[in-house]
């Protein structure tokens, strides 16, 4: 244990430092104390090595306190590496684990393994360091790999941050970071906690870009080095009460890759995960994998209402990176939002979304821009898109910039707003071209195309500008298979000889194959393409009769059907129709069917099939 102001530090002017060594069975605990290694000149620091089966206790006091590695001014030496080992580790009051470079030299490199880690609070009260004041809650406690600031264009490279743990809570303003403030390379920093990580609160002194608890890599102000690479893998990460984790480029160098693997996220009450450009370097991708993912609230710094986000922005002449979300569910709700934007002469990035379900509940997804071409939102993969409460998706442009276009990919799937509730779907411009929104769904439920003026009540997708030409709306409906209600062609060729008219059957067929026989007009066609009407073919011209001939034929006709004895039902009024069984010719040339087959007189008939068996009796 050390206490009140105490120190142990292992140094070297020339050569490779001594290393610095504590170890426990149980605890270790600095109080208001340092310890650790430096370089100066051309020497080269020497390792931390910390022990302690039960608990690392690091508090802060009246001074400043640090655990770690340096490399000091004008130094060409590599500052040492610092390797942790704890049941738990626990920081506080402003206390920080540190390895940095002043000078040409490297910064170390920072291990840490414990089953918990917590980051918590600031300096509970001014301290005078030198010829300055840290005033109250500006002394972070932390977790820090650097570039300092100072170290001059030629500086070296901060070092790797690693974490590795079950839980990692950081509160009231805690930080783990790497940075570099000079012409180094930020450091990576990579955080593994298998069950974990739960960040909240912030500094007395917060502003919207300091003093928040979070987990940072950064380029500072007059940096030329490259923006360090973030990876957090873990369950549960959950952000609450302005809590940030972010990969800001405020210098000129490279941007930097944020990447977070989790389970499950939750970012809530003004809290915020953003890659950002803060100067005229550019920012960097930032990458999200999830199962479930839940963007919730707003959240108040200093008279500010701010959402609850995932971002990707650019506030200078740097363009923004892209913001890529891959997850089982996203919900955005309450105020929150899912944005990439650029807010001054540089350009935004795009946002990607790959989702089974994407819930907006009072949320937005934005796409804004200043200056020239819109940024794009791309949706894919959807089973659902549900919109209540005046959700927005917007890809807007001001200025002469071009709106954004917007793509919703739900083949399979369904793109719902409620109704009346002012959910829009938007890719305007002012000066410039309107953006163009392409939806393919099965079903596009409660949104119509036209003019979407906030809190009209309706549900509208537009990609007007209000000076240029508007963009274009495109609605699928992949519901139709154009395949849908088409036969199937067979393979074998059909026999035409088959497609020929049979001949009559006989015999027992015959009675079990009746079928019908209609003739309409004056003629027919012969059953088999060979025959010909050669036999004597019965036609006759059509005519009119008068009505007194008609009257006497019909006489006549009575007469024959006597003299041959045919026998007609006596009253047919009632009668079912039947077929007839029988038919004859009479002396002017007419057919009659009769119900009842006669004893009949054989007559030529023009088309008999030739395998019709035909008995003439007389």
Do not use: H, K
Request: with cysteine.
């Amino acid at each position: 244990m050390l206490l009140g102001d105490s120190s142990i530090f292992s140094s070297t002017f020339g050569g490779t430092g001594g290393t610095l060594r504590l170890q426990a069975t149980e605890s270790i605990q600095l109080n208001d104390s340092s310890a650790g290694t430096l370089a100066r000149g051309n020497g080269q620091a020497g390792d931390v090595r910390i022990n302690a089966n039960d608990s690392l206790e690091l508090v802060g006091g009246d001074s400043l306190n640090s655990l770690g590695s340096q490399a000091l001014n004008n130094s060409t030496g590599d500052a040492g590496n610092i390797f942790i080992n704890a049941g738990q580790l626990s920081i506080q009051d402003g206390f920080r684990i540190e390895a940095s470079t002043f000078g040409t030299g490297n910064g170390g490199n920072i291990q840490i393994r414990a089953s918990e880690v917590e980051v918590i609070g600031t300096n509970p009260q001014p301290i005078r360091e030198a010829n300055r004041i840290f005033r109250r809650g500006e002394l972070t406690s932390g977790i820090v790999s650097q570039v300092a600031e100072g170290a001059g264009i030629n500086s070296g490279d901060a070092g790797s941050l690693t974490i590795d743990t079950q839980r990692l809570v950081i509160l009231d303003g805690g930080v783990v970071s790497t940075a570099t403030f000079a012409g180094g390379d930020g450091g990576t920093l990579t955080i593994n906690a298998s069950e974990s990580i739960f960040l909240s609160g912030a500094s007395p002194l917060i502003s919207r870009d300091q003093f928040r608890s979070g987990i940072f890599v950064s380029a500072e102000p007059d940096a030329t080095g490259t923006v360090g690479e973030l990876t957090i893998t873990t369950d549960q990460l959950t952000l609450d009460d302005r809590a940030e984790i972010s990969a800001n480029n405020r210098g000129s160098g490279q941007p930097g890759l944020a990447t977070l693997n989790v389970d499950a996220l939750l970012v809530q009450g003004g809290s915020e995960i953003r890659a950002s450009s803060l100067g005229v370097g550019d920012g960097g991708t930032l990458i999200v994998n999830a199962d479930s993912i839940l963007i919730t609230g707003t959240g108040d710094i200093r008279g500010e209402t701010i959402p609850s986000a995932l971002s990707a922005l650019a506030r200078s002449s740097g363009d923004a990176g892209n913001l890529q979300i891959t997850a089982s569910t996203v919900e955005v709700r309450d105020g929150a939002e899912v944005s990439v934007s650029g807010r001054e002469s540089g350009a935004a990035g795009n946002l990607f979304i790959t989702a089974d379900t994407l819930r907006l509940d009072r949320g937005r997804l934005t796409a804004s821009t200043n200056a020239g071409e819109g940024a794009e939102i791309t949706i894919q993969n959807l089973t659902l898109l549900e919109m209540r409460d005046r959700s927005q998706i917007t890809a807007e442009a001001d200025n002469a910039a071009n709106g954004g276009n917007i793509t919703i990919n739900a083949p399979d799937g369904f793109v719902v707003a409620f109704p009346n509730q002012d959910n829009d779907i938007i890719a305007n411009a002012f000066e410039g071209r309107g953006g163009d929104i392409r939806i393919t769904a099965n079903s596009i439920i409660g949104l119509q195309e036209q003019r979407a003026i906030l809190n009209n009540g309706t549900n509208d997708i537009d990609a007007s500008s209000e000076l240029g030409t508007s963009g274009t709306v495109t609605l699928n409906r992949p519901d139709v298979d154009p395949s849908q209600g088409l036969v199937e062609l067979p393979t074998d060729v059909t026999d035409a000889s088959s497609l020929i008219a049979q001949a009559c059957p006989s015999g027992v067929m015959a009675e079990q194959e009746l079928s019908e026989f209609v003739i309409t007009g004056r003629g027919g066609l012969p059953p088999n393409p060979s025959d010909t009407d050669s036999i004597n073919p019965v036609a006759t011209d059509w005519v009119t009769l008068e009505s007194s001939e008609e009257q006497s034929i019909g006489e006549e006709r009575a007469e024959d059907a006597e003299d041959n004895e045919i026998a007609f039902p006596s009253d047919l009024t009632d009668r079912e129709i039947i077929e007839a069984q029988g038919w004859m010719i009479d002396e002017n040339g007419q057919v009659i069917l009769l119900a009842q087959a006669p004893v009949a007189i054989p007559q030529i008939v023009a088309l008999i099939p030739p395998d019709c068996t035909v008995e003439w009796s007389r």
